[in-house]
T-cell receptor, first 114, second 112 residues
Framework: NAGVTQTPKFRVLKTGQSMTLLCAQD?????MYWYRQDPGMGLRLIHY???????AKGEVPDGYNVSRLKKQNFLLGLESAAPSQTSVYFC?????????????FGQGTRLTVV | DQQVKQNSPSLSVQEGRISILNCDYT??????FLWYKKYPAEGPTFLIS?????DKNEDGRFTVFLNKSAKHLSLHIVPSQPGDSAVYFC???????????FGTGTRLTVIP
């Protein structure tokens, strides 16, 4: 049982480059989320999706785009990477809104923008 | 501004003793609280939660206490084990919202 899988695990980008982070879950969860974790700060919600074909902005959405074309996949895109986007990115999914139940997290993607 | 705060970045405890991790929040509208545990190079995993209508929830060695008047919650681990060494995140949300607010985490080290 894979759970939530993030690809890639590590990436170094040059300023201005673009990339896409892939999140895949095999639990048939409706809800999916992208978070970033920075030193001295808690995890912050970037974007989320409440179902296939839907996306919404979270707390820190600027500089990112997302797509949920298939229920099991949630993609996070950086169109023009900036050093401020150096962070560890976590994807999560849940069956219900994670308001009152647990979310399952991927192992994280460490992104460095130079 | 951080709505959920964990003021102790780290905590060291002897094996077998009690670990107490603290969390404070500022938003009185939060009505559900969760604790997540995170090992290095892994994603956070759910540990325990509590609704604002309760003041205590227990699951094995883990107990979460909620003091709404003080806007404070704590996680007690008894007895602490070396495998409990990890970073613990407190999180909170408000019903109707779609964001879970996380604290900055506390690194617990259980010394054998």
């Amino acid at each position: 049982n894979a759970g939530v899988t993030q690809t890639p695990k590590f990436r170094v980008l040059k300023t201005g480059q673009s990339m896409t982070l892939l999140c895949a879950q095999d639990m048939n969860h409706e809800y999916m989320y992208w978070y970033r974790q920075d030193p001295g700060m808690g995890l912050r919600l970037i974007h989320y999706s409440v179902g296939e074909g839907t996306t919404a902005k979270g707390e820190v959405p600027d500089g990112y785009n997302v797509s949920r074309l298939k229920k099991q996949n949630f993609l996070l895109g950086l169109e023009s990477a900036a050093p401020s986007q150096t962070s560890v990115y976590f994807c999560a999914s849940s069956y219900f809104p994670q308001l009152n139940t647990e979310a399952f997290f991927g192992q994280g993607t460490r992104l460095t923008v130079v | 501004d951080q709505q959920v705060k964990q003021n102790s970045p780290s905590l060291s405890v002897q094996e077998g003793r009690i670990s107490i991790l603290n969390c404070d929040y500022t938003n009185s509208m939060f009505d559900y609280f969760l604790w997540y545990k995170k090992y290095p190079a892994e994603g956070p995993t759910f540990l325990i939660s509590i609704s604002s209508i309760k003041d205590k929830n227990e699951d094995g060695r883990f107990t979460v206490f909620l003091n709404k008047s003080a806007k404070h919650l704590s996680l007690h681990i008894v007895p602490s084990q070396p495998g409990d060494s990890a970073v613990y995140f407190c999180a909170a949300f408000q019903t109707g919202a779609n964001n879970l607010f996380f604290g900055t985490g506390t690194r617990l080290t259980v010394i054998p």
